[in-house]
């Protein structure tokens, strides 16, 4: 099981993410260049709107910045090219989003801690009541860590009280009804600013409420409050893809991929 598990965190299941993407609209968040413009002024070039699909990584701005990696790149275009609505696509932009930088533990802690208050204020316009309580949870992660399988973002992992034997890892076993598993992410632009990606839930039903989840209910919600899919819900179709890669753990680990060791809390 492990073997399958490490499989499943490396490269090789990004092609099987993107099949699923295609037909869930999943990657109109992973991937710029995929995506039709929904207004005139959206366009991958112009991630300056709060909450632009096209932008890299989708996300939602923040004014959280890894300060280290600011001061040492200053963006020469900053003042001749402030971030607006109809600013040109230009690579100058400095609010132009960017590959992920290498960040260190502590940069990531940091902005971790600035991000965590906005991305509690963001998720909770769903009203989602997991949405609205996982930072109350335990995490489970030691650090925000890069996982392939949720787009290249970073995420954390936090579990309530009644998955309390996540902490037990490849030993947990079944998992109780009323467990809730909650995964926020964020992206860092290359300039070091930080937007938030979607919140990833998984909560465990009553025996009976879908075979094909094995009583899973999967939610992804966006950063702007609106719920993309809930097993057996709204978008439901949106989360099938979800079911079919956690699946490849079940039953050995009813279905809980976990987090890679490095990263795990003891
Ligand atoms: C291609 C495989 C894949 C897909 C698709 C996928 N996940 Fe995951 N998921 C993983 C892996 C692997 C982990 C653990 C490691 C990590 O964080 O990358 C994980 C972890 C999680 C966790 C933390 C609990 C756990 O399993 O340890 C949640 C919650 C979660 N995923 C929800 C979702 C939701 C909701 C979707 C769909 C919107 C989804 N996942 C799509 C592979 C996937």
Redesign the pocket.
Known sequence: MQEK?RL??SSA?IP??VV?GMTTGYLVIASPNMVKPAKAQCSPCNPCIPFNPCAAGGGLATDCTVPLLADAAPNPCAAANPCSPDSPCNPCNPCAAGIAPDLTTEQKVTLYNCLLPQMARAYGKSDNEIAVNFTSYRLYSNQPYI????AERY?Q?YANDTARAYGAYEKAGRFPAGTK???PSFTVSGLGRAAIGPL???EKMEAGFSKESHDWR???IMPDGTVFGTTNGAGAAN?E??I???LAVSPDQDS?????EEYRVN
Do not use: D, E, I, Q
């Open positions: 598990r499943l965190m299941v099987m993410l699923a996982s392939a399988n949720h995420v992992n598993l909650a995964k990833f839930l998984m999967y939610t992804m989360v893809f979800c079919g890669c956690h809980v991929m976990l987090l890679p």
